[in-house]
């Protein structure tokens, strides 16, 4: 918001109600302050500080409905009961709201009344956003931006279409680019455009692997959705609908998401929501599409028995049910995985999660969360730690470096397209596998 | 009209009556509020949602082992509560009694040894996770009125329970009356405060798992 | 019983035991036993004897109000010991118009007349219920309301004995919806001594055992907060039942004949107000002793308490209430359903629809 609200109070009290159907409201009445979330959390089990548990976080938006929409709205206001909101305890929430929420997902895992306590603190974002209220140095800032041009960094269509030549050409591999008629559709995060630019010609190795008939759409590419995670209901909506879009008008039959966590869960679980009706296209990450493909046998890959763990990112496996996909995808390359403790879907997030590593004053909290993260790789000896989420990279990477790892952090798909076995030409015998030890090439430096 | 008369009259007319236009009344208020038709594709048919939201009403009641050992105080604090309600209510044979007046039913009680038992058990463990509500940090932050006084609330009922079953301290019709209007007391309250679980957690729980299950998410 | 209408007996009641043929020593006897029977210290039997001795006659002048005349049959089928009987021979009953030969305007001068002689000295007894509605136009005597009554001839009584539930506390007239405005004695009367007697009926030794006390020590017995004399009402009948043991083994009857019934257990679960009621019933028993209610296998209707007939059922046990109704409860369901369907409503209206992709 370029211009501060006349009155963010009223403005968040607004977004608040807009939100509350029956699941919210269930959530909001449930709560029957037992403690637990707290003990799911990075950011109070590493600090202590009472102030950062959970459902403590979501205390105005449940002000606000006890007041406005609940159902006994009248007592309360008449006797008092609830406080009316103003924009001083917005602001005094902030950082709860923030900075101290990956909108991981483990408290709403532990809650024993099922309060999706997570999806509480999305829907807070929204108020806030509206009243104005969203870090923005530099979260706020790149949502604007999103919002306005449609990429975090203002990429346009024309320097997107340029970009994806340019990695074909440097990777040798064909892009396909605005293709009039494609059956898959994918898309990209911003953080690969900025840093892991490889991800992309390695999902255009493996599309061309598989034999699809496949195109990037430069007028729906970028699904990173920092929008979602400043809590612009407006802006979040404007991309998905571009994606939304641009596979309709490709033709898509499926469309894939990058290693990205929000931009899985924004596409597959709400997209159809905001579209307002059944999507014509199936919605798969990448690693979905890997595992079946690895399944039907149309991909074979080399072993690569490197010594691993792997770190599951929230929004695809504990939020988005896409835990067992890379699992298979390991397995079918025969590295050795050393899972870490907590492994899977009570995993604990990197840190860097729900918009976090984009809020400048933020760090010295990522970095208390990250602490848990690098202890448990540490624990499982591995040289390798894996992921399918380009945020947790780019976490785990800055992370490791400040821990001194002499680990490495890899991608799961550049692993992929590092080991795909080509198709032999039919008729002849298939060649035997590779067993030599391979580095991964795509870790993050081009 | 004695005061026994009147809390097992008139004051058990009303309290049942509050307690259930209540509870309805909060129900009603949440499931009818506008709701979003959720049109993303989901992971599992329709039946294997309704059977997510069943077992996880029942797994939610055991924190994964990865949670365990923070939480393994509080838990088993809250499940001797919890069981010993249980036995308390469903065991004993004055509760029997009740429940048979009400619906017709009726089964064997424990020995009231047993129950004496259950009871102390129930008691112990309400005092103790008092104690922890008013010294964790988190539980400071959190607690409000309702707590205390829901606390409060359980608390009567169990110890009127405990001195009209020991027949001790005061005559039997001082200690049934006392017991019945401390009942009615938290009947009263149930459905505006945090006692309302009884339903919610029920209703929060399935809600959940049926939502996960849909998108084939941990629960 | 003796009609007399004229100043009480110079004799004493010593002088007329000895007449009979009972001397100190049956007196003696007698005052032990009565002793014991008041729970008072056994030093007392002798000056109990010695009083008794002494003791002239004592007038009794006996109002029937709203009244089932239950007690006074039961007292006066009481096969109590024969001192019992003597005693009540003793007193002077000078006014009972179920027992008196005289009636109408002989008897009104009857009552003026004993009234008269022993003005500030007679116990006063009342059976039956007072109603109060209507000036108490449900009961009256020769035209005349108990209320009226009462009021007048409690004031030169020197204490009175509300005998039966209903003299106590209303009894069965009270009863829900209570048409007569019936009330016990000691909602109309203030400022004079009053012993409750209850009991649907009371049990006779009671009676006599109070009229003992009276006549040895000139006062009443101690009384509890409920003016019932502590020696007979200072325990429960679940205090003092002979099934005691198996209600604390929980062991109960479940319906009557069963099994558990035949054993002679516990009847609890049948709706026994055992114990929250005060009475005898279960040491002293009835019919000289012979039985009482939860002996013949029926729980105790709590027939000495207040309001005993508005409890619920007599079957529902004490762990059970008044039960509200499933129509009630369906009425209560539907209030709530509409409140919180208003509250949704009115939400509703705060929310709007999603929005449409318009673009």
Redesign the interface.
């Known amino acids: 918001m370029s211009t501060p609200p006349a009155d963010p109070a009223a403005n968040a009290m607004r977004s608040f109600i807009s939100d509350i159907g029956p699941t919210i409201s269930l959530a909001l009445e449930s709560c029957v302050h037992c403690g637990q979330c707290a003990e799911a959390c990075q950011y109070y089990v590493q600090t202590g500080d009472a102030r950062y548990t959970p459902i403590h976080k979501i205390e105005p938006l449940k002000q606000v409905y006890h007041r406005e929409v609940g159902p006994f709205a009248f007592a309360y206001k008449f006797f008092g009961l609830a406080p009316k909101l103003t924009t001083e305890k917005l602001t005094e929430w902030q950082d709860l709201i923030y900075d101290s929420c990956n909108m991981c997902g483990r408290c709403s895992l532990i809650c024993p009344m099922g309060i999706d306590i997570a999806d509480l603190v999305e829907q807070s974002r929204h108020g806030m956003y509206a009243a104005g209220l969203a870090p923005q140095d530099f979260l706020g800032a790149l949502a604007e931006k999103e919002h306005a041009s449609g990429s975090p960094f203002g990429l346009t269509s024309v320097q997107f279409r340029d970009l994806l030549h340019d990695i074909g050409a440097k990777h040798n591999v064909t892009m396909h680019v605005d293709e009039p008629q494609a059956d898959i559709v994918p898309t990209v995060s911003s953080i690969d455009v900025k840093t892991y630019p490889g991800s992309m010609a390695a999902i255009a190795k493996i599309l061309n692997h598989i034999g699809a008939s496949w195109s990037f759409r430069t007028d729906g590419f970028d699904a990173d959705n920092v929008s979602l995670t400043a809590g612009d209901r407006d802006g979040q909506n404007v991309i998905t609908q571009s994606i939304v879009k641009a596979a309709i008008a490709g033709g898509a039959t499926t469309l894939v998401m990058p290693e990205c966590g929000h931009a899985f869960t924004e596409m597959r679980w709400e997209a159809a929501n905001a579209y307002g009706k059944d999507l014509p296209f199936r919605v798969v990450q990448i690693t979905e599409l890997i595992a079946e493909h690895i399944a039907s046998g149309k991909i074979q890959v080399n072993k690569a028995p490197q010594n691993a763990t792997y770190h599951d990112a929230c929004q695809l496996s504990r939020r988005g049910g896409a835990t067992a996909a890379p699992r298979v995808i390991l397995a079918a390359l025969g590295v050795a995985l050393h899972e870490m403790e907590d492994s899977g879907d009570a995993g604990w997030c990197c840190g860097g999660g729900g918009g976090t590593a984009l809020i400048k004053r933020a760090q010295p909290l990522r970095d208390k969360a990250f602490a848990i993260k690098q202890k448990q790789v540490e624990a499982t000896g591995a040289d390798i730690v894996y992921t399918s989420c380009s945020g947790c990279r780019q976490t785990l990477d800055h992370g490791g470096k400040a821990a001194g790892w002499n680990k490495t952090v890899g991608s799961l798909l550049e692993l992929v397209a590092d080991n795909l076995i080509p198709p032999s030409p039919p008729g002849l015998p298939q060649p035997a596998p590779l067993t030599s030890l391979k580095a991964p090439a795509g870790s993050g430096i081009i | 009209m004695t005061l026994l008369a009147f809390a097992r009259g008139p004051a058990m007319q009303a309290a049942t009556l509050i307690m259930i236009a209540g509870m309805f009344w909060r129900l009603a208020g949440i499931l009818l509020l506008r709701r979003k038709t959720a049109h993303a594709a989901a992971r599992t048919p329709f039946l294997l949602r309704l059977a997510g939201g069943a077992k996880t009403i029942v797994t939610r009641t055991v924190p994964r082992k990865n949670f365990w050992p923070r939480v393994a105080s509080g838990v088993s604090l809250g499940w001797v509560l919890h069981i010993g309600l249980f036995v308390i209510l469903f065991a004993g044979a004055p509760h029997i009694l009740v429940i048979h007046q009400i619906t017709g039913l009726s089964w064997p009680n424990l020995p009231k040894g047993v129950i004496v038992i259950a009871s102390a058990l129930t008691l112990a463990a309400l005092v103790a996770l008092l104690a922890r509500r008013l010294t964790h940090p988190v539980l400071r932050l959190l607690s409000n009125t309702d707590d205390y006084l829901s606390w409060l609330l359980v608390f009567l009922p169990i110890s009127t329970g405990i001195l009209l079953s020991g027949e001790t301290v005061a005559g039997y019709g001082t200690l049934l009356a006392l017991h019945i209007f401390s009942v009615e007391a938290l009947m009263i309250w149930l459905p505006f405060g945090k006692l309302m679980h009884v339903a919610l957690v029920f209703a929060g729980r399935g809600m959940m798992g049926f939502n996960f299950a849909r998108k084939g998410a941990a629960t | 019983m003796s009609d007399q209408t004229a100043a009480p007996d110079q004799e004493n009641l010593g002088a007329m035991l000895a007449r009979r043929g009972f001397g100190r020593r049956s007196l003696l006897k007698f005052a032990i036993v009565m002793t014991s029977s008041l729970a008072l210290p056994p030093s007392l039997a002798p000056v109990m004897a010695d009083n008794l001795a002494k003791a002239k006659r004592q007038s009794v002048i006996w109002l029937s109000f709203q009244e089932c005349t239950g007690c006074l049959e039961t007292l006066l089928r009481s096969s109590a010991p024969t001192i019992d009987s003597l005693i009540f021979d003793f007193i002077s009953l000078d006014y009972q118009e179920s027992l008196m030969a005289s009636a109408g305007a002989a008897a009104e001068h009857t009552l003026r007349q004993a009234v008269a002689a022993n003005k500030g000295e007679y116990l006063l007894a009342i059976d039956g219920s007072v109603p109060v509605k209507d000036g108490g136009v449900y009961s009256l005597t020769g035209g005349r309301s108990n209320v009226s009554m009462l009021e007048e001839f409690a004031g030169s009584a020197k204490a009175i004995l509300a005998i039966g539930t209903c003299a106590a506390y209303g009894g069965i007239p009270k009863a829900h919806p209570n048409p007569t405005g019936a009330v016990g004695v000691e909602d109309i009367i203030s400022g004079k001594p009053i012993v409750n007697i209850p009991g649907c009926p009371p049990v006779p030794e009671v009676l006599s055992g109070v009229l003992v006390y009276f006549v040895s020590f000139g006062k009443l017995p101690d009384l509890d907060d409920r003016k019932r004399p502590l020696a007979y009402f200072g325990t429960?009948i679940?205090d003092q039942c002979y099934r005691r043991p198996f209600y604390?083994q929980?062991k109960?009857a479940?319906s009557f004949d069963d099994e558990g019934a035949r054993q002679g257990w516990c009847l609890f679960?049948l709706g026994c107000k055992g114990?929250?009621t005060h009475n005898a019933c279960a040491s002293l028993k009835w019919n000289n002793g012979t039985s009482f209610p939860i002996e013949s296998g029926h729980g105790c209707i709590g027939c000495s308490?207040?309001?005993f007939w508005?409890?619920?059922s007599f079957y529902?046990?004490?762990?059970?209430?008044?039960?509200?109704g499933w129509r009630?409860?369906g009425?209560?369901?539907?209030?709530?359903?509409a409140?919180?369907?208003a509250?949704?409503?009115?939400?509703?209206s705060?929310?709007?629809?999603?929005p449409?992709?318009k673009?």
């Open positions: 429960t679940h604390d929980g109960f479940k679960e114990p929250t308490e207040p309001d508005d409890q619920g529902t046990s004490l762990a059970g209430s008044s039960a509200t009630n409860a009425i209560a369901a539907a209030v709530g359903l409140g919180g369907a509250a949704a409503l009115s939400a509703r705060k929310t709007p629809t999603i449409e992709d673009s």
